[in-house]
């Protein structure tokens, strides 16, 4: 979720010429969008996890978000798809951002909660340094993405 997350800032230099969009415009789509999406998910999927329960949520977010992951590779030379696709995959990255802590909490005990913590916080962080890296490889990559 953090890597794909990170990954738009980079990416934008390359789409602005893909698409022949300005900069400012490339990174509000490629970056700005997936975090609005991010953000809307945050304050929806609490509850829905709640009523309907963690794993069917789960399930379904991993399900969306790799279709979504496949949208934006596919959309070759169009930018309708790529933001429709950032939304949507910031929208269900709020589950493993946000629902993710409170499955932790109500799962294991405090000593293994910590621990629990610890790995989910390093693994965020960890997405966020190698993002920038993983995105400019699968950008000039030639598979043109």
Known sequence: M??????????????????GIRPIFAIFCCTTVYILGQAFGGLVFPPIAESFGHQTTYVSAKFAFAV?????????????PVVFGRLVSGFVSAIPA???AG???????EKARIVLMHAWISSAVLGLSCAPSVATYISTSALGW
């Open 103 to 109: 499955s932790i909490e109500n799962t294991w005990d």
């Open 68 to 80: 979504c992951c496949s949208i934006i590779a596919l959309a070759h030379k169009s930018l309708g």
């Open 98 to 100: 946000i629902v993710a």
């Open 2 to 19: 953090t890597l794909m997350s990170n990954t738009g800032t980079t990416v934008a230099a390359h789409s602005q010429q893909d698409f």
